[in-house]
């Protein structure tokens, strides 16, 4: 698919943001996104666009303009439409936000996504692309949520109608980080957007012209890989990709150097560093939001990313089970057992329903925290908005560790409270899967031994730690979808730490020091030799890519090639014991916690 000639009409934009309202929360980024934007757009070695902004315009002057933007474009031009505000849905409508927006009444008070679908039906233009930062802004793709009228689906049919959201149907967009509010910054989605376009680092296929296919790649994968809870969407139709902008020249610096006749051209190493994380001991990172938040004691310990400062001031808790994270937020029970949710930055709480939950019986999935309360109810409850979806009593069954999440089921290990009376032996331990949208009970495996502590949990593969007599062990696969089991792997001896899985592999180290990797749908060993770790491990194995990272006791921090099993290099450097967790791993750095609570970033290869 080739990109349309920018030069066969006019290159249009119409830029509108709206940040203060009379019944809404002020919004500081719109003001800051639409100026960035314009910028870009309108630079004759980028965008070369011609662009309005309108900021905090009353409805009246924004439909008009609207009106205006599409009914006078011609076949040739390209329009580009943004909108930075307050998104609305109300009977799985969109709405946008203007300043005198009643909240509750929004079909008088706002504009409709339907008034916006109707212009780009009837405008001449065959390339329009649509870019929308704000709440739920998914919703204005056709079938986003439920069925799509005919007529929303052929206001985007035709040559060229692309829509850019911010998230799905259902989440939030967020705002910037701002120093104080005569600083603001752009939210985090149009950041991204300027970024990707000021620096050419979204012409993906490097052919020097940004598509607005490359720009919505280039978005959604910054916004993944650094973490924010954001899924931008992309939907439309088009016969060829539409060209938004130019990568601008930039006069390239000669290098001190010539290079020798046949020699390579490495990428520049990236700079180790270390920061102080914790007063000791702590368990390994986490990352979540631009940040790294070591746990130690009853402490959260927070680390930005960027400036890798720490803040100055801890988060505490009441429990030393682990919390659940979700958009820089932390959750875990409070005084009494409370639901607790704290900003780990400014140290705000969050919303959180009324409800007394189990130590350590936390997990975030997909914007939703699943939750064990003591009475044994597990509840699912709507992240950020607090609203609890469902309630799942589970009856005498006692949850012994945090849900799990394996394709549409959320996963548990549970303990049954009173003796079985049918004259079989049985340790009470189950695996049970309810759904994750309902709650239903839809599986439950029965071992009919004890359950290690130890598990690991994929979209393909439940791989569960029996105790059998003595010191032996056994791992035994499931299928997510019913619980069936798919293949057992008796371990020479037991499990040091818990096992990792990848798509392929599931990994173990244990006591006698040996590295076990066992294919996930087989459980067939995969080396061909056995391979042993110097010291007993102390955190969960890592992997990404085909590097498997080990750490050991001896103070040895190895990579290995997975599919072989060749030791690639090694690093002196004693971890945090962490049976259950590991370093994190990003495709070009290691992040880890040593013994004396010291947060290390290493590169790829480290050493």
Request: aromatic content about 6%.
């Amino acid at each position: 698919m080739t990109a349309q000639a920018s030069g066969l009409g006019e290159r249009r934009a119409l830029l509108i943001g709206t940040g203060e309202y009379d019944a809404l929360p002020t919004l500081l980024s719109p003001e800051v996104d639409c100026a960035r934007l314009a910028e870009v757009l309108r630079d004759p070695e980028i965008g070369a666009f011609e662009a309005q902004r309108l900021v905090d315009a009353d409805r009246a002057t924004l439909e008009r303009a609207l009106d205006e933007f599409f009914d006078t474009a011609q076949r040739n031009d390209v329009c580009l439409l943004y909108l930075s505000c307050h998104g609305l849905s109300h009977n799985d409508k969109l709405y946008f936000a203007v300043r005198g927006t009643d909240p509750d009444r929004p079909r008088y008070s706002a504009i409709s996504a339907r008034f916006i679908h109707d212009l780009m039906e009837e405008c001449r233009a065959r390339s329009i692309v649509v870019i929308l930062d704000c709440c739920y802004s998914g919703l204005f793709i056709p079938g986003a949520k439920g069925p799509g009228t005919t007529r929303f689906e052929e206001a985007l049919a035709g040559h060229g109608r692309i829509v850019i959201t911010a998230g799905t149907a259902t989440q939030l967009a967020l705002e910037g980080e701002h120093q104080d509010v005569n600083t603001p910054a752009p939210s985090r989605f149009t950041g991204m957007l300027v970024e990707g376009l000021r620096s050419g680092e979204a012409d993906l296929d490097r052919d020097g012209v940004i598509t607005a296919q490359e720009l919505y790649r280039y978005a959604y994968e910054r916004l993944q890989h650094e973490g924010i809870g954001q899924t931008p969407r992309i939907g439309g139709e088009a016969q060829y990709e539409i060209a938004l902008a130019k990568v601008k020249k930039r006069q390239r610096k000669r290098s001190p150097a010539r290079a020798t006749a046949g020699s390579r051209t490495r990428p520049r190493p990236q700079t180790p560093w270390q920061v102080i994380a914790a007063p000791g001991p702590a368990r390994q990172p986490v990352w979540t939001d631009g940040t790294f938040i070591v746990h130690e004691n009853y402490r959260l310990h927070v680390i930005d990313q960027a400036s890798r400062r720490r803040y100055a001031a801890p988060v505490k808790t009441n429990y030393a089970g682990s919390p659940a994270y979700h958009e820089g937020a932390a959750y875990f029970p409070g005084y009494g057992g409370r639901l607790k949710g704290v900003d780990v930055r400014t140290r705000k709480p969050r919303h959180t329903p009324h409800l007394t939950v189990g130590d350590g019986l936390l997990r975030v999935s997909a914007d939703v925290l699943y939750a064990v309360s003591p009475d044994s109810t597990l509840y699912a409850i709507g992240l950020p908005s607090g609203d609890v979806r469902w309630s799942q009593p589970l009856g005498d069954a006692t949850v012994t560790c945090a849900p799990e999440m394996a394709g549409d089921h959320v996963i548990l290990k549970t303990r049954v409270s009173r003796p079985v009376s049918d004259g079989t032996y049985d340790s009470g331990h189950r695996v049970m899967a309810v759904r994750a949208d309902t709650g239903e009970p839809s599986w439950s495996y029965r071992p009919g031994v004890p359950l290690s502590a130890d598990w690991t949990v994929t979209a393909s593969g439940i791989y569960v730690v029996l105790q059998l007599d003595g010191a032996r062990q056994r791992i035994v696969a499931l299928e997510p979808a019913n619980g069936d089991q798919l293949w057992t792997h008796d371990t020479a001896a037991e499990l040091a730490v818990a096992p990792v899985a990848t798509q392929d592999l599931v990994v173990y180290g244990d006591t006698a020091h040996r590295l076990v990797p066992l294919e996930s749908k087989t459980g067939t060993p995969v080396w061909a030799r056995e391979k042993k770790t110097k010291g007993l491990l102390v955190t969960r194995p890592c992997a990404v890519g085909g590097t498997l990272f080990t750490a050991d006791r001896a103070a040895e921090l190895t990579a290995w090639k997975l599919s072989s099993g060749r030791r690639l290099r090694s690093h002196g450097l004693m971890l945090s014991p962490d049976r259950h967790g590991s370093p994190v791993v990003t495709p070009d750095m290691l992040y880890l916690v040593d013994s004396h609570g010291e947060l290390h970033a290493l590169p790829h290869p480290y050493g």
